[in-house]
């Protein structure tokens, strides 16, 4: 996997306002951290990050990232994101090794159409949308697809049936179910309960909204404190 290089500024200042300025520039406040370094508080430009974790292996990008003429190979481990907008408020860079086994999250596809299903009324329900696997920064597989061209009402494809590429390994149960064919009734079941769940997120979401918005008029609108969605804070 070839790794997308990034020019890192140093010396930026910490604190919420300072951040805010920042990011009202185009930059997203970060960290560096790794392999018996002390951490470094860096600034990268928002538009190149967000091309770097735009390619295929999306937030499992390698970055070569150039702090003060140093290449540190990296992955974004951490991005704390804005609770309405969803843009990037901060970024951890981890330090990595290509021959150091990694633990990462790899999102699931399904390809196929599932006719068998189809037929009977029944629905794909998939239960699994990413699976926890361990390889080297240059195996990590961009996606996992699972193809469900044979699933049937009652049949369940389960972790054990993911055939992983080589060199990738998986420590989850191998009898987790993945996806799952269900019967007609057990679809509609399922469709109310989607549709609770977003009412829900939909409250979450206003509530985080009218907080986020509370908390800038408070700050005179020159803070954005309390605006990430973990930790908040881009201290190191």
Same mark, same amino acid.
């Given at each position: 996997?070839p /790794?997308?290089?990034?020019?890192?500024?140093?010396?930026?200042?910490?604190?919420?306002? $300072?951040?805010? %300025?920042l990011?009202?520039?185009?930059?997203?406040?970060?960290?560096?951290?790794?392999?018996?370094?002390?951490?470094?508080s860096?600034a990268?430009?928002?538009?190149?990050?967000?091309?770097?974790?735009?390619?295929?292996?999306?937030?499992?990008? @390698?970055?070569s @990232? #150039?702090? #003060?003429? =140093?290449?540190?190979? =990296?992955?974004?481990?951490? @991005?704390?994101?804005?609770?309405?907008r969803?843009?990037v408020?901060?970024?951890?860079?981890?330090?990595?090794?290509?021959? /150091?086994?990694?633990?990462?999250?790899?999102?699931?596809?399904?390809?196929?159409?599932?006719?068998l299903?189809s %037929?009977?009324?029944?629905?794909?329900?998939?239960?699994?949308? $990413?699976?926890?696997?361990? +390889?080297?920064?240059? %195996?990590?597989?961009?996606?996992?697809?699972?193809?469900?061209?044979?699933?049937?009402?009652?049949?369940?494809?389960?972790?054990?049936?993911?055939?992983?590429?080589? *060199?990738?390994?998986?420590?989850?149960?191998?009898?987790?179910?993945?996806?799952?064919?269900?019967p007609?009734?057990? +679809?509609?079941?399922?469709?109310?309960?989607?549709?609770?769940?977003?009412?829900?997120?939909?409250?979450?979401?206003? +509530?985080a909204?009218?907080?986020?918005?509370?908390?800038?008029?408070?700050?005179?609108?020159?803070?954005?404190?309390?605006?990430?969605?973990? *930790?908040?804070?881009?201290?190191?």
């Amino acid at each position: 996997m070839p /790794e997308v290089k990034i020019v890192a500024e140093t010396g930026r200042r910490t604190g919420t306002r $300072s951040s805010g %300025r920042l990011r009202g520039d185009g930059r997203i406040p970060a960290v560096i951290y790794g392999h018996g370094i002390d951490p470094i508080s860096i600034a990268v430009d928002a538009r190149e990050l967000r091309q770097a974790l735009s390619t295929d292996a999306g937030l499992n990008a @390698l970055l070569s @990232l #150039d702090v #003060d003429g =140093t290449s540190h190979l =990296t992955m974004a481990r951490v @991005l704390q994101r804005h609770p309405v907008r969803h843009t990037v408020m901060h970024v951890d860079f981890q330090i990595v090794r290509r021959d /150091e086994v990694m633990s990462v999250e790899v999102q699931i596809s399904l390809v196929g159409d599932a006719d068998l299903v189809s %037929r009977e009324n029944g629905v794909v329900d998939q239960q699994l949308h $990413s699976l926890t696997v361990k +390889a080297t920064p240059d %195996r990590i597989p961009h996606g996992i697809e699972v193809d469900i061209s044979a699933l049937e009402v009652g049949s369940t494809i389960r972790v054990a049936d993911i055939i992983l590429p080589a *060199g990738v390994e998986t420590e989850v149960d191998p009898e987790a179910p993945v996806v799952v064919g269900q019967p007609p009734q057990a +679809a509609a079941e399922a469709e109310a309960m989607d549709a609770e769940v977003e009412a829900v997120a939909a409250e979450q979401s206003e +509530a985080a909204s009218e907080g986020a918005e509370a908390a800038a008029a408070e700050e005179g609108g020159g803070s954005d404190s309390g605006a990430a969605d973990s *930790g908040g804070s881009d201290e190191a």
